[in-house]
Nanobody, 127 residues
Framework: VQLQASGGGVVQTGGSLRLSCAAS????????LGWFRQAPGKEREFVAA????????YYADSMKGRFTISRDNAKNTVYLQMNSLEPEDTAVYYC?????????????????????WGQGTLVTVSS
């Protein structure tokens, strides 16, 4: 499956952005999905994840209440709605797909479980 992330840009503190990640090649409904981010000079970190049917969603503590992950399997797309953005949210955001789904509810924050990655989209939050 190929993943294409979009929706990044420059936004002021307190603003909002919605990222999209469209899949091609295979039906996205079979994959557990996640969003990660990487700021300059830092390691890639977990942002949010969602199970195949969308019933279970997981967030990093600092994103709870501000970010919302969702998916539209009919459109083969996963979204990340980001509100109340802060300069610390500045990073390249990546979407990722996990096909095997083994123990996903306990491993969702680990980058190594994901089989496919998008190219990333840059989010810059200005103060």
């Amino acid at each position: 499956v190929q993943l294409q992330a979009s929706g990044g840009g420059v936004v002021q503190t307190g603003g909002s952005l919605r990222l999209s990640c469209a899949a091609s090649g295979r039906a996205l409904r079979k994959y557990q999905l996640g969003w990660f981010r990487q700021a300059p000079g830092k390691e890639r970190e977990f942002v949010a994840a969602i199970t195949t049917g969308g019933l279970s969603k997981y967030y990093a503590d600092s994103m709870k209440g501000r970010f919302t992950i969702s998916r539209d399997n009919a459109k083969n797309t996963v979204y990340l709605q980001m509100n109340s953005l802060e300069p610390e949210d500045t990073a390249v955001y990546y979407c990722a797909a996990d096909l095997r789904g083994e123990l996903f509810n306990s491993r969702y924050s680990r980058p190594d479980i994901y089989d496919y990655w998008g190219q990333g989209t840059l989010v810059t939050v200005s103060s």
